[in-house]
């Protein structure tokens, strides 16, 4: 169909926008109220927020009954407390691939600090590409445990560079104490396509990527602390951006922010619980965790307390996203390859429900976001699922699209107000059919205009 020749007989759009604008922004105001009462409901008491379009598969007890994983969706499964489960992955030659796996202990588990997961991801004739784990670590609190595999193709490397069959392994790594039971996994599998140019492999900065000098040190960021509830998930993370957020928190919980991240930019973060009522010392009671766009760890940050106020900062200093990153030595270095929506995940120990109470407790989350966002390499195709890696502006300084096509004009700002209005009706209420009676209007009087 061709394109219509549109000629205005007067401006309605021009009339009616701020009175759509504000239809729009009251939808999605209260679809965050909304949204944020969800998401506390769900974090609390160590539960984990499951995206709600995770598909169900059953991890199989070998190579030959592994069920296929697709780029581009999410799924749950269990993970035994002993015995390896497979998936399988269907992959070209030319993409990276990567698959976050999520662990979560099951409500009432008791846990040890080496409980843990262990992914590896191979090729069909046995070869692996990668062997990552994590455990739950010193504050032996039941928390979400995450680890990602990867398939990378690069030519320093012979194995796991072809088309074909790829299996993703998960193994429970069981410490001497812990709740014999199963786990539930959410597992994401994520596609990277190859660039349109190769471009160097020396990541700036990456000689000292956790000096204490770093420009990115959230320490300078002042103000008053907004309120913003974390997601209890990685699909339910609240957005955030350069700024002083403050939430509350129970023993057990565990709070999921995104923050937009551009090419070159470097993005810092400070977690900080203030003082109470002194008592016994409780080891890694709070960590600060940062994941990429794909759920690969980058960084992390944790405190004991005992009653006095305690920050927690990422370590090692992540560095600014270049796509050269990944050539790097350093897991911190390796995680900033792509821009999008980097998730900062606070987690308070169960053990300070035991020594200072139920809580809520408050935790003051600093933001910050330095450098202004650079244009990324130009990819040959679009990320899977690409939403992730699309980095939305929210305010000055905030990135700007991590790959992918561009776009402008009345078409773009149409189809992001239609998408708004879209994801509003899943909460906004009566509030969104305020919004579509506007846009139905509006449509009317374009029409009414066309010749």
């Known amino acids: 169909m061709g394109r219509r020749t549109v000629r205005w007989r007067s401006r309605p759009w021009t009339t009616l926008r701020p009175a759509l604008a504000g239809a729009v922004f009251a939808a999605v105001t209260l679809m965050g109220q909304t949204a944020s009462v969800a998401a506390e409901g769900a974090g609390a008491g160590g539960s984990y927020g499951f995206s709600s379009d995770d598909q169900p598969v059953d991890g199989a007890a070998g190579t030959g009954d592994a069920e296929l994983l697709a780029p581009g969706k999410t799924y749950k499964s269990s993970l035994p407390a002993d015995g390896d489960v497979y998936y399988r992955l269907e992959l070209d030659d030319t993409s990276d691939a990567y698959v976050s796996v999520t662990a979560v202990p099951r409500a009432g588990a008791t846990v040890t600090g080496s409980d843990g997961i262990r992914v590896t991801v191979q090729d069909a004739d046995s070869r692996s590409c990668s062997v990552e784990s994590d455990v739950v670590g010193t ?91 974390g997601g209890a998930g990685f699909s339910s993370a609240t957005p955030v951006e350069q700024g002083v957020w403050r939430a509350d928190i129970s023993p057990g919980q565990t709070l999921f922010y995104a923050v937009p991240v551009g090419w070159g930019q ?68 390796r995680g900033m390859r792509f821009a999008g929506s980097y998730y900062l995940v606070l987690h308070l120990s169960e053990q300070m429900g035991e020594e200072y109470g139920a809580g809520p407790f408050g935790v003051t989350l600093r ?69 579509l009676g506007v846009w139905t209007v509006v449509a009317r009087r374009r029409a009414g205009g066309a010749v």
């Open 367 to 435: 933001v910050r976001v330095d450098g202004s966002a650079e244009a990324g390499p130009s990819y040959y195709g679009r990320f899977q699922p690409p939403g992730p890696f699309e980095v939305a502006a929210q305010g000055p300084g905030a990135g700007v699209a991590g790959g992918g096509d561009g776009g402008g004009g009345g078409a773009a700002e149409g189809d992001a107000v239609m998408t708004v209005v879209a994801v509003a009706g899943i909460g906004g209420g009566t509030v969104v059919l305020g919004v």
């Open 266 to 333: 470097r993005l810092g973060a400070t977690a900080e619980l203030g003082s109470t009522t002194r008592g016994a010392y409780v080891i890694g009671a709070l960590t600060m965790s940062l994941y990429n766009p794909a759920r690969g760890p980058v960084a992390d940050g944790r405190f004991g307390y005992s009653g006095s106020q305690k920050a927690a900062t990422l370590r090692p200093v992540p560095p600014p996203v270049d796509y050269a990153n990944r050539y790097d030595s350093s897991d911190a270095v």
């Open 139 to 229: 504050g032996r609190s039941p928390r979400p445990v995450v680890v990602s595999g990867t398939r990378e193709i690069s030519p320093r490397r012979t194995a796991c560079q072809d088309d074909g069959s790829y299996y993703v392994i998960v193994h429970r790594i069981a410490g001497t104490g812990g709740t014999p039971d199963d786990w539930d996994l959410e597992l994401a599998p994520f596609l990277e396509p190859r660039l349109e140019k190769a471009v160097g492999t020396t990541p700036p900065g990456s000689s000292d990527p956790g000096s204490d000098s770093d420009s990115g040190s959230p320490g300078g960021v002042m103000g008053a602390a907004t309120p913003r509830s």
